[in-house]
Nanobody
Framework: QVQLVESGGGLVQAGGSLRLSCVGSGSTFRSYAVAWFRQAPGKEREFVAVISWRGISISFTEAVKDRFTISRDNAKNTVDLQMNNLNPEDTAIYYC???????????????WGQGTQVTVSS
């Protein structure tokens, strides 16, 4: 069993930055791929970024790939999402999820956090 806790969300002006963190419990966390998804009000959940368990495979959705970075520290059981040059369209609840393969499909992820709110004002 893996439990995930996100932090780092908040309110920021357009053009600003936030760093989200996902902390996983248990020694098996480091063996999972970890992805970030987001869900804006009235919209479906969408993939944002993913990192494989060793950090070798990384991918982003097109809308963020030049502004966001993802990293992990398996010694600390953390995966971070650095978000730069934020815009109002990035406003959403951000969730981290852990699964066996670094896919972009939410159904492939077994464990989910509760989410952290990111609000970008114009």
């Amino acid at each position: 069993q893996v439990q995930l806790v996100e932090s780092g969300g908040g309110l920021v002006q357009a053009g600003g930055s936030l760093r989200l963190s996902c902390v996983g419990s248990g020694s098996t966390f480091r063996s999972y791929a970890v992805a970030w998804f987001r869900q804006a009000p009235g919209k479906e959940r969408e993939f944002v970024a993913v990192i494989s368990w060793r950090g070798i495979s990384i991918s982003f959705t097109e809308a963020v790939k030049d502004r966001f970075t993802i990293s992990r520290d398996n010694a600390k059981n953390t995966v971070d999402l650095q978000m730069n040059n934020l815009n109002p369209e990035d406003t959403a609840i951000y969730y981290c999820a852990a699964g066996g393969l670094p896919t972009q499909n939410g159904y492939d992820y077994k464990y989910w956090g509760q989410g952290t709110q990111v609000t970008v004002s114009s």
